[in-house]
């Protein structure tokens, strides 16, 4: 059996972050999930299931290099696993849904509903 690897903060990020894109990604899912390390192998991140398995089980972690891969087999930004994402794992479905129908709006509606919530957020505070 091996060792329990201890993570270092940024491992621990991409971990979290990796469950969630496999947790979130149609068609891949139990860990171990043949189609997720189907893809992931045929999308050049060469990740077998055992080395998702040893992943989950944290013995072997996400390294910088490893998580480059993923980046560009799951269609992710350079750096999207080593980055915290921790307020969007906090939001309810519906404040999901009202930040996806946000994002696809031009950006001058987008500054101008910034501008209204600015707004409203200093008024709340002043009272």
Same mark, same amino acid.
């Given at each position: 059996? !091996?060792? *329990? *690897?201890?993570?270092?903060?940024?491992?621990?990020?991409?971990?979290?972050?990796? /469950? #969630?894109?496999?947790?979130? &990604?149609?068609? =891949?899912?139990?860990?171990?999930?043949?189609?997720?390390?189907?893809?992931?192998?045929?999308?050049?991140?060469?990740?077998?299931?055992?080395?998702?398995?040893?992943?989950?089980?944290?013995?072997?972690?996400?390294? @910088?290099?490893?998580? $480059?891969?993923? +980046? $560009?087999?799951?269609?992710?930004?350079?750096?999207?696993?080593? !980055?915290?994402? !921790?307020?969007? =794992?906090? /939001? &309810?479905?519906? !404040?999901?849904?009202?930040?996806?129908?946000? #994002?696809?709006?031009?950006? +001058? $509606?987008?500054?101008?509903?910034?501008?209204?919530?600015?707004?409203? #957020?200093?008024? +709340?505070?002043? @009272?």
């Amino acid at each position: 059996m !091996e060792q *329990h *690897h201890s993570l270092q903060p940024i491992e621990l990020i991409r971990l979290t972050n990796f /469950l #969630s894109i496999q947790g979130r &990604t149609p068609g =891949y899912g139990a860990p171990t999930a043949k189609s997720f390390a189907a893809h992931l192998s045929g999308s050049g991140a060469n990740l077998t299931s055992s080395d998702l398995t040893a992943i989950y089980q944290r013995t072997k972690p996400i390294s @910088t290099n490893l998580a $480059v891969k993923i +980046e $560009v087999a799951m269609g992710l930004g350079q750096g999207w696993l080593s !980055e915290s994402h !921790e307020f969007f =794992y906090a /939001l &309810t479905a519906k !404040e999901m849904a009202i930040h996806r129908a946000l #994002s696809k709006l031009p950006s +001058e $509606v987008k500054l101008n509903l910034a501008a209204i919530i600015s707004a409203l #957020s200093s008024d +709340e505070s002043s @009272t």
